[in-house]
T-cell receptor
Framework: AQTVTQSQPEMSVQEAETVTLSCTYD???????LFWYKQPPSRQMILVIR??????QNATENRFSVNFQKAAKSFSLKISDSQLGDAAMYFC?????????FGQGTRLTINP | DAMVIQNPRYQVTQFGKPVTLSCSQT?????MYWYQQKSSQAPKLLFH???????NEADTPDNFQSRRPNTSFCFLDIRSPGLGDAAMYLC???????????FGPGTRLTVL
């Protein structure tokens, strides 16, 4: 069975500062993909970043980067220069052979 | 722009009155998914189609059915909605079962 755990139900950060959201996972598969999705109050799930497990290099998308620690089964998301538009629920997710498994989400608040 | 479209965005139905939610995609993806998401929870996969092959999750109630008449469209039928079926219903698509899933904006279902 695959599991994804986000241990921080809520986080807050001051605008322009950096915040890191934590995620750990468990899987017995050797090939898998990890994702961070963002779901703002409008409720559309938007892909933030994707990491292939076979790649050692951490994925980066503009202000968003991950720290992928395969041995520790850890996949944290760093948001630099936080903006008001980053406020949302963030879901970590694991894609194995068939199914996308989500964590329970972290609600991120940006303080102006 | 290629995208995933869901109609309607908001649907109100009466207890026990059948309702159909629709999803269409212009991405020409093989796989289409239906998720149920209740407030402050992670999305829960109901079923998915790989091309015309239907895959039902073991814990999806019989009350939920799906149809995929062609590559572009997929429907979610709720035969006799109960109060517990009130939720956001998300449609997603991917090129293959291991590719990134792209989500539509969702349909919020209210059951009176």
């Amino acid at each position: 069975a695959q599991t994804v755990t986000q241990s921080q139900p809520e986080m807050s950060v001051q605008e322009a500062e950096t915040v890191t959201l934590s995620c750990t996972y468990d899987t017995s598969e050797s090939d898998y993909y990890l994702f961070w999705y963002k779901q703002p109050p409008s409720r559309q799930m938007i892909l933030v970043i994707r990491q292939e497990a076979y790649k050692q290099q951490n994925a980066t998308e503009n202000r968003f980067s991950v720290n992928f620690q395969k041995a520790a089964k850890s996949f944290s998301l760093k948001i630099s220069d936080s903006q008001l538009g980053d406020a949302a629920m963030y879901f970590c997710a694991l894609q194995g052979a068939q199914k996308l498994v989500f964590g329970q989400g972290t609600r991120l608040t940006i303080n102006p | 722009d290629a995208m995933v479209i869901q109609n309607p965005r908001y649907q109100v139905t009466q207890f026990g009155k059948p309702v159909t939610l629709s999803c269409s995609q212009t991405l020409n993806h093989n796989v289409m998914y239906w998720y149920q998401q209740k407030s402050s929870q992670a999305p829960k996969l109901l079923f998915h189609y790989y091309d015309k092959d239907f895959n039902n999750e073991a814990d999806t109630p019989d009350n939920f059915q799906s149809r995929r008449p062609n590559t572009s469209f997929c429907f979610l039928d709720i035969r006799s909605p109960g109060l517990g079926d009130a939720a956001m219903y998300l449609c997603a698509t991917s090129g293959s079962s291991t590719d990134t899933q792209y989500f539509g904006p969702g349909t919020r279902l209210t059951v009176l």
